[in-house]
């Protein structure tokens, strides 16, 4: 079992940026693969970005390619976000998850731990 808390949400105007951590314990971290999913009042959990266990791959939905960065810091069991030119549409409850899986994957069935979330919000 991995425990995860997520941090750095908040209140951003439009264009902003934020960074959005994922502290990690438990079980080893540097075998799983990483991801933060994101929830909208009145819509489905969607998933936003992956990283794979090495750190040296990554994938994002659409709409948040080129804004958004995911990272890791294995020495710091972290897992980061960062998040560029941000809009209203971006609006969301943050979760971070982790993977039982080495490879990219995107479906929230493959990732077994879950943080609280993080809320973002971004004004129109």
């Known amino acids: 079992q991995v425990q995860l808390v997520e941090s750095g949400g908040g209140l951003v105007a439009a264009g902003g940026s934020l960074r959005l951590s994922c502290a990690t314990s438990g079980r080893t971290f540097s075998s799983n693969a990483m991801g933060w999913f994101r929830q909208a009042p009145g819509k489905e959990r969607e998933f936003v970005a992956v990283?794979?266990?090495?750190?040296?791959?990554?994938y994002y939905r659409d709409s948040v390619k080129g804004r958004f960065t995911i990272s890791r810091d294995k020495a710091k069991n972290t897992v980061y976000l960062q998040m560029n030119s941000l809009k209203p549409e971006d609006t969301a409850v943050y979760y971070c998850?982790?993977?039982?899986?080495?490879?990219?994957?995107?479906?929230?069935?493959?990732?077994?731990?879950w943080g609280q979330g993080t809320q973002v919000t971004v004004p129109s």
């Open positions: 998850a982790a993977s039982e899986r080495v490879n990219l994957v995107t479906d929230s069935a493959d990732f077994g731990s």
């Open positions: 990283i794979n266990w090495t750190g040296s791959r990554t």
